[in-house]
C-alpha cells in the first residue's frame, strides 16, 4: 500500500480513510506494508508501516497541508525544504529500491502523490496496480483545473491503472469527466466511519465563551476543515452575513488552517461579521471534538468534495449537519440539509431556519445518527478485497 | 528672543494584548499581561526602552536645562506609560520629574488611553483628557495648556473643542495641501475660533531628525548638529520652528551608535550660538507671537504615513469594525460601573491596538511591522476580537443583554 499519511500526522481525511481502511481490509486477512514518504512512530500494529526516505531524514515536520512543501530537518540540525514534486520524486525512487527486497502480489496506492511510483512498481515487476481516488486535481482546485502537472499525472497513471477506486460517484463522475476513462473501470467504494474510534467527550467543553453564549439565546454553527479553495468558507461567510442580519445572535466558529486563512480573516471584517466569527487555526484533541460538540449546526460548504468525513464526525458528537450537493458524503447520508454550494440565500435561509428550530436539529440528528450508527468500514474493506481477488484471477489467468 | 525651536517630544506606550485565543473567551480574563519572555510581554518592552531610550534621554536633557537656562522644551505623556514607569521602573518616573521640577518642561493635555474617543464618543473623549489632566497634576503638579490629540489627528471640530474646553492651543501637522504657500513656522489660528492658537509640526525638520537620521543611504547622512542648525536657520523669518516628535526617537527609534544622543546634546549649543535664537515651550510661543492667519482644516489630518490621515489605524475592514464593535459596548460597559471592566474597555482603546491590524504595506515589512510585537495585521485582530467577545461575556455573565 502507497500512501502518503497516517493518523496522528496526517493533514486531513486522506491520512483517516487510510487508516481504516486498511484496519479494516487487515482484519479480513489481507497482509499489508503500509509505505509513508516520513519515518514516525504510529502506534499502528496491524500492518507494517515502513519509510521510504533515505537514511538522513531523520525527522519530517509536517507543515499545512498535504500539497505544500515540506520542511525537513537533517540529522546534523539543518533544514531544508522540499516542494512538491521533488518530494514526489523522492518518494518514487526509495519504493522502487525498496521492491528489490520486498514480496507483494498487488500494489494499491493513494492519490496522486503515490501514483508514480505505483507505476514504476508496475513497469518493474507487472503487478497488478489499484489506483484510490480520494480527490482529483480540480477537487483540490475548487472546480478550477488545476496544475497541469498534477493532471499529467492523473491522466497517465488513471489510464494505466488496473483498478481504480473512487471514494464516492461524484469523484468516479470527476475521473470519467476529467480524465475519459470509461465507467466500467472505476469502482465507487464510499468512506466510511469508524464509531468505536471516537473518543469520548467529556462534561467541560473547551470552548466556554461559545457554551455561555448558547445560553444567552446564541446559535453556535460549526465548520472544521482545511481552509482552502475546494471547502468553499467565503461562501459560508458570506451565507452568515445574511443570518447575522436575520439572525444577530449568531456566532460561527471555524475550526482549521489553510491557505485562505488571512484571507477569511479579512472578508469576516469586510461582510462586518469578526465579531461573529472565531477563528481557532488548526486544532487537534479535545479542542477538535469539542468544537463539533459545541455547535447546533455543522456546515460543510464545499465547492467540490470527493467525500467529506467532518459531517459524519459532527453527526457522532451529537450535531446535526448541513451538507453541500456537491460532496460525496451527501451520497450516503440522507438526514440533513442539502443545498447547492453557490446558494448562498438558500445556505443562509436553512441555517437561520435549523438555528430557530430546536425540533428540526432534534430530528435531523436523530435520523442522521441512525444511519451514522450503520456505516461500517467493513463494508469498504470487503469492496476492496474482492476487487484485489478479481484482480489475481485476472493476473492468474 | 527673534526666534524659537519649540520642541515637543511624545512618550507613550500602549498596553499591548498578549496572545488571546478563542479558548481564553470566557476563561481569562487577562489580556495584558503576557509572560515576561513574549513577543508582547509590556513589561519586557518597558524596560528595554527605559535602558535604550528613557533614561539617556532623561539625563541628556537633564543636563542641557541645567547647564543652558534659554533652554526649554514640551512633552507629553500618556496616561498608560505612566502607569507602567510606576510600576516596573519608578526611577524613570523619578528622572522625568526631575525634568520638569526645572520648571522649564511643559506638559501638553491629550486622552489618558492614547485613544482615538474624539471621533466615537464625546463623552467618553472627554472624561480620558480629564483623566489624563488629573494625573498630570498628581505626578507632575501641573495643568496642561496646549492640547495635543492622539496621533495628531486634528479637524475644525477639534479646535473649537479645545478653545470650549479653555486651552490656549492645539497641535496638527504642517501638512502642505493644508498650508498651502503658507509655512509651519509661524503661530496660526483655527478656522471658527476666536482666541485658541495652532501650531503645526514642521515634519520635514522633524523628520530628517526623526526618521532619517540613521539612514545612511539618505543623501545628508550623516546629519550633525551644525549642519541641522544651519537648516533651522535658513527660514530668516521664521518665528517659531515647531519639533515634534516620538521621544523614543532617541536611542529606540535611532540607536544610540546612530550618534544620536550626541545630536540632541549639542544641537541647542549650535542653534544658540548665533543671536536672537532660542528656545521656547509651546505656551511661550503662543504667548510670544501673534497669529498670522487662519487655517480651515474640514477633514482629520494626523502625523502618520503619506496620506496623513486616519487611514493607518481606521483603514482596513478589520479595523474599522473592530474599533466599531468596541465602541459599541460603550453605554453597557459603563453603565456596569464595574472599574475593572471599565479599565480594561479603555486600555483596547488604545490606538495601538489598530494600528498592528494595519496591511498598507504589509508586504513590504515597513514601519508598521516593526512596531507591532504580533506576527502579522490578521493575528492582532484575532487577539483583539477574542478579547472584545471576552468583555461581551463579561457583560452578559452580569446578566446585561447584549
Known amino acids: 500500500m502507497l500512501g502518503w499519511e497516517l493518523p496522528p500526522y496526517n493533514s486531513g481525511g486522506l491520512g483517516v480513510a487510510c487508516y481504516q481502511l486498511c484496519k479494516a481490509l487487515s482484519g479480513q486477512g489481507v497482509d499489508i506494508e503500509f509505505v509513508l514518504p516520513y519515518l514516525a512512530d504510529h502506534e499502528i500494529d496491524f500492518m507494517t508501516i515502513t519509510a521510504a526516505h533515505p537514511q538522513d531524514v531523520s525527522q519530517v515536520i509536517r507543515t499545512g497541508i498535504a500539497y505544500d512543501s515540506y520542511k525537513y530537518v537533517l540529522e546534523n540540525g539543518d533544514e531544508t525544504w522540499l516542494n512538491i514534486h521533488d518530494q514526489q520524486r523522492l518518494y518514487e525512487d526509495a519504493v522502487a529500491r525498496l521492491a528489490e527486497e520486498r514480496e507483494f502480489d498487488i500494489v494499491h496506492a493513494h492519490d496522486w502523490l503515490t501514483f508514480r511510483a505505483a507505476l514504476r512498481l508496475k513497469a518493474l515487476r507487472n503487478c497488478p496496480i489499484v489506483l484510490h481516488v480520494h480527490s482529483v486535481e480540480s477537487d483540490r482546485a475548487g472546480s478550477q483545473h488545476g496544475n497541469p502537472a498534477v493532471r499529467e499525472i492523473e491522466a497517465i497513471a488513471l489510464q494505466m491503472a488496473d483498478q481504480i477506486v473512487a471514494v464516492s460517484r461524484h469523484t468516479k463522475r470527476a475521473i470519467m469527466r476529467d480524465y475519459g476513462i470509461p465507467s466500467d473501470k472505476i469502482k465507487v467504494v464510499h468512506n466510511s466511519i469508524d464509531a468505536s474510534r471516537f473518543a469520548q467527550l467529556d462534561s467541560d467543553n473547551a470552548y466556554r465563551y461559545l457554551s455561555f453564549m448558547k445560553q444567552q439565546g446564541y446559535g453556535v454553527v460549526v465548520n472544521v476543515g482545511r481552509l482552502t479553495i475546494q471547502k468553499g468558507l467565503p461562501n459560508l461567510l458570506r451565507a452568515a ?135 461500517s468500514w467493513s463494508t469498504a474493506g470487503q469492496k476492496i478485497n474482492d476487487i484485489y481477488g478479481k484482480q489475481l484471477t485476472e493476473m492468474a489467468a | 528672543m527673534r526666534q524659537a525651536v519649540a520642541l515637543y517630544l511624545h512618550v507613550h506606550q500602549p498596553y499591548r494584548i498578549r496572545h488571546y485565543t478563542v479558548f481564553d473567551s470566557g476563561t481569562d480574563h487577562n489580556y495584558f499581561d503576557a509572560a515576561y519572555e513574549d513577543r508582547t510581554s509590556n513589561e519586557q518592552i518597558l524596560r528595554k526602552v527605559v535602558e535604550k531610550s528613557y533614561l539617556p534621554t532623561n539625563a541628556c536633557l537633564l543636563k542641557l536645562l541645567e547647564e543652558n537656562p534659554e533652554f526649554r522644551f514640551s512633552l507629553s505623556i500618556t496616561g498608560t506609560i505612566i502607569e507602567q514607569l510606576e510600576r516596573w521602573s519608578p526611577e524613570t518616573l523619578e528622572s522625568f520629574k526631575r525634568l520638569t521640577d526645572t520648571g ?98 514642521n515634519y520635514r525638520l522633524s523628520d530628517d531628525v526623526a526618521f532619517r537620521f540613521g539612514d545612511h543611504n539618505w543623501s545628508e547622512w550623516p546629519l550633525t548638529a551644525d549642519k541641522f542648525a544651519h537648516w533651522l536657520s535658513a527660514d530668516g523669518d521664521a518665528t517659531n520652528i515647531n519639533l515634534f516628535m516620538d521621544y523614543e526617537t532617541f536611542g529606540e527609534h535611532q540607536w544610540d551608535d546612530s550618534g544620536i544622543f550626541s545630536f540632541l546634546e549639542n544641537l541647542p549649543l549650535e542653534w544658540m550660538k548665533t543671536g536672537g535664537h532660542g528656545f521656547m515651550t509651546l505656551s511661550e510661543v503662543i504667548d510670544a507671537f501673534e497669529p498670522v492667519d487662519r487655517v480651515d482644516m474640514p477633514q482629520t489630518v494626523t502625523w502618520a504615513d503619506t496620506e496623513r490621515d486616519l487611514s493607518a489605524w481606521l483603514g482596513n475592514p478589520m479595523q474599522a469594525t473592530s474599533i466599531n464593535a468596541l465602541y459599541g459596548l460603550e453605554e453597557k460597559i459603563i453603565g456596569t460601573g464595574d472599574w475593572a471592566l471599565i479599565e480594561d474597555w479603555r486600555r483596547l482603546q488604545t490606538s495601538d491596538h489598530f494600528y498592528y491590524m494595519c496591511t498598507k504595506w504589509f508586504n513590504d515589512g515597513d514601519i508598521h511591522a516593526y512596531f507591532s510585537p504580533y506576527e502579522t495585521p490578521y493575528e492582532a485582530h484575532m487577539n483583539f476580537m477574542n478579547v472584545y467577545r471576552d468583555l461581551q461575556f463579561r457583560l452578559a455573565e452580569k446578566g446585561i443583554e447584549l
Open chain 1, 241 to 375: 452575513q445574511k443570518v447575522v442580519a436575520a439572525r444577530p445572535k449568531t456566532l460561527l466558529l471555524i475550526v482549521g488552517s489553510g491557505e485562505q486563512y488571512y484571507e477569511l480573516i479579512e472578508l469576516a471584517a469586510e461582510l462586518g461579521i469578526s465579531a461573529n466569527v472565531l477563528f481557532t487555526d488548526f486544532q487537534r484533541g479535545k479542542r477538535w471534538r469539542d468544537a463539533f460538540a459545541v455547535g447546533d449546526l455543522f456546515v460543510l460548504p464545499s465547492v467540490s468534495e470527493p467525500f467529506g468525513l467532518t459531517p459524519l464526525e459532527a453527526i457522532g458528537y451529537g450535531t446535526p449537519a448541513l451538507i453541500s450537493k456537491q460532496s460525496g458524503v451527501s451520497e450516503i447520508l440522507n438526514n440533513c440539509l442539502k443545498v447547492d454550494y453557490w446558494d448562498i440565500d438558500e445556505m443562509a435561509n436553512q441555517i437561520v431556519g435549523a438555528l430557530n428550530s430546536p425540533a428540526l436539529r432534534d430530528e435531523l440528528w436523530r435520523g442522521s445518527y441512525e444511519e451514522y450508527q450503520h456505516l
Open chain 2, 104 to 201: 522649564r518642561v511643559e506638559i501638553l493635555g491629550e486622552t489618558y488611553h492614547h485613544s482615538l474617543a474624539f471621533f466615537y464618543s464625546r463623552p467618553e473623549f472627554e472624561t480620558q483628557v480629564a483623566m489624563h489632566a488629573q494625573k498630570i497634576q498628581e505626578t507632575f503638579g501641573q495643568t496642561p495648556q496646549v492640547f495635543r490629540n492622539t496621533e495628531l489627528a486634528y479637524n475644525n471640530d477639534l479646535a473649537y473643542w479645545a478653545e470650549q474646553a479653555g486651552y490656549k492651543g492645539v497641535l496638527a501637522e504642517g501638512w502642505d495641501p493644508i498650508l498651502g504657500w503658507r509655512s509651519p513656522n509661524y503661530v496660526y489660528q483655527p478656522a471658527y475660533t476666536d482666541h485658541i492658537r495652532l501650531l503645526m509640526k
